[in-house]
């Protein structure tokens, strides 16, 4: 007996269509240490955490209480410490780097005291002498030095000047001199008389580098440098 012939009839919508098999995941395992380590936490990935808010007061803390322990010996310091030296740059490389440095700058502005401002960029005897001072290649900038302490950087102002310690501070130190100043404009800097600028000079028939300036043709206004800051002894 035949089967009707409409029974092997399909539908127009699933001619051609094949229904793919149901898909199970597949399990393999080749002993019972593969088991177990299927139900081992997964490690924890560790994050840097910013330091805790007493941590960051404590360190406020020791900085001002080593700064008044040195001001407090006063035939320590000598009278050309009795400022504010920064080290920091002008480029926008780093942007991280130019805000620091920009708000540090900010700040110390803002008490109207005598600050030597001292842009590596312009100038790489700053470099040197940081790393002198630091004991560190690695700079961090920017460095700040109050009455010859090195005082650190953005952070340690910030929290010196949260709580009050940075004013404190600064009411050692002379008040600024009114105006810019008249050799260098304020620039901190002025053209090499010697080379005027091109950091080379004529001798014996060829052209050598200038020694006077640096390699940007530039010499440090004596008004507004008046030496560099050095470590103080405890």
């Given amino acids: 007996m035949f089967a009707p012939s409409w029974l092997n009839l399909k539908s127009p919508s699933k001619v051609g269509t094949i229904k793919p098999p149901h898909s199970r995941r597949r399990f393999s395992c080749s002993s019972f240490k593969d088991i177990q380590s299927l139900f081992q936490p997964e490690p924890e990935v560790l994050t840097p955490r910013r330091s805790s808010i007493i941590h960051r007061a404590n360190t406020s803390t020791s900085v001002f209480r080593l700064w008044a322990h040195h001001v407090a010996r ?3 310091i000598h009278d050309d410490d009795r400022r504010v030296v920064i080290y920091y740059t002008s480029l926008r490389i780093v ?4 805000e620091d440095c920009k708000v540090v700058r900010s700040i110390l502005r803002g008490f109207r005291v005598r600050i030597e401002e001292r842009d590596l960029s312009m100038d790489t005897k700053f470099s040197d002498e940081l790393q002198k001072l630091t004991g560190n ?3 961090a900038l ?3 030095f ?3 302490i090195c005082i650190g950087g953005v952070e340690e102002i910030r929290q010196l000047h949260e709580s009050g310690d940075l004013k404190v501070m600064m009411q050692w130190l002379p008040e600024a001199d009114s105006g ?3 050799y260098c404009g304020g620039l901190k800097f002025v053209l090499c008389k010697i080379c005027d600028g091109s950091h080379r000079i004529h001798c014996g028939g060829e ?3 200038c020694t006077t300036c640096n390699v940007n043709g530039l010499v440090m206004c004596q008004s507004c440098f008046i030496m560099p800051c050095r470590k103080s002894s405890l």
């Avoid at 942007?95 to 130019?98: F, H, P």
């Fill in 146 to 148: 109050i009455c010859g």
């Fill in 142 to 144: 920017p460095m700040v």
């Fill in 180 to 182: 810019p100043c008249d």
């Fill in 137 to 139: 290649r690695t700079l």
């Fill in 74 to 76: 006063p035939n320590k």
């Fill in 207 to 209: 052209f050598i580098p």
């Fill in 95 to 98: 942007r991280r780097t130019y």
